[in-house]
Structures are given as C-alpha cells and as structure tokens.
C-alpha cells in the first residue's frame, strides 16, 4: 500500500474510533461507495481528551490516482455529536468544508479499475477550539494548517475499497 498521509502529520496523543459498519483495515461497507449511495458509515467517536471543544472530521484516500489524494468528507463537529448515525445529515449548524468534488457532504468511495485496493482515513481531530476561522470553501491544506495549534488528539479509523476490476 502507499503511504500514510498522517506519518509526518504533528504528533498527537491518540483517542478512540470505531464503527459498527466496518473494522479498522476491512472493507467498507457498499453503502459507503458512490454506487452504494454515498452513505456515511456510522462512527463513535472517544472518549475526547481533556479540553476538546469541537473535533475536525475528515475522511481522506491517499490511494487516489491524483496529486495530493482525495478528500471525501470534512467537517467541524461539536463535542456532543461524537456518535453518528450512517447517512446521518449533519445539522445546519455544523461548519461543513468543501470536500475534493466540491460538495460539503460525504462522498462515497469510487476507486477507478485498475488502481488496486484504496484506504480511506476517517481521521477525528480534538481541537481546543470550537471552530476555526475560515470560510466553508477554505481548501483541506488551509483547514488542516489552521487546525496545527489546536490539535489536542487524534483518532484514526481506516477502511478499504477495491474495484471490482481488480
């Protein structure tokens, strides 16, 4: 496999991450695939660490068969909403960022035949702030940047993708 995009990621104490729909290193459930519906999996987030007033959601595949990979889903959730339903609709007021199709959604996996198994890093962020200031179509480099020095934690999650094809 490629390499892991959170290997020279600030280092960050560890929390938990887990999902009911899938275990760390399997395979993501259909549903979670673009021809499956683009239905989020569900996830449980923490316990947070001491502090946390938000966490930045994100779902990332590095496997993707661009430059720089692709992100499929980026969020700053509230404290209080660390367990998510699949397919749940986050709420209004909830900062929701543009992810790599320019949709502020989760994007289901759709790896291209011929590029082998792909991961997807659903990756929980404690932030020791409750939002950070940049406007939703702020790119995932600039939210990833300002998140830097208010990083209390990280939880990651990864699931699998392989093209039928393969």
């Known amino acids: 496999m490629g390499y892991d995009p959170y290997e020279n990621a600030i280092p960050a104490p560890e ?5 009911i729909d899938f275990e760390h ?4 459930p259909t549903r979670a695939w673009a021809h499956g519906g ?3 999996p569900a996830l449980s987030i923490g316990p947070l660490p001491e ?10 595949d590095p496997d993707a068969p661009i430059a720089g990979g692709f992100w499929h889903w980026l969020a700053i ?5 660390t367990e998510l339903e699949a397919g749940i609709r986050l709420p209004e007021s909830v900062l929701r960022y543009r992810n790599s199709v ?7 996996a759709a790896p291209p035949a011929g590029t082998g198994t792909h991961r997807y890093f ?7 702030v409750e939002h950070l200031d940049l406007p939703p179509e702020a790119s995932p480099a600039a939210l990833q ?4 020095g208010h990083v209390l934690g990280r939880a990651i999650l990864v699931g699998t993708a392989t093209p039928d094809e393969d």
């Open 51 to 60: 502090g946390t007033k938000s966490v930045l959601l994100t779902v990332f």
């Open 15 to 19: 929390f938990p991450i887990s999902s």
């Open 77 to 81: 959730l509230p404290v209080g909403l």
């Open 25 to 28: 290193g399997g395979a993501l």
């Open 38 to 40: 683009h239905i989020s």
């Open 102 to 108: 320019g949709g502020t959604g989760y994007t289901g």
């Open 122 to 128: 659903f990756a929980a962020t404690a932030l020791d």
């Open 145 to 148: 940047f300002t998140a830097i």
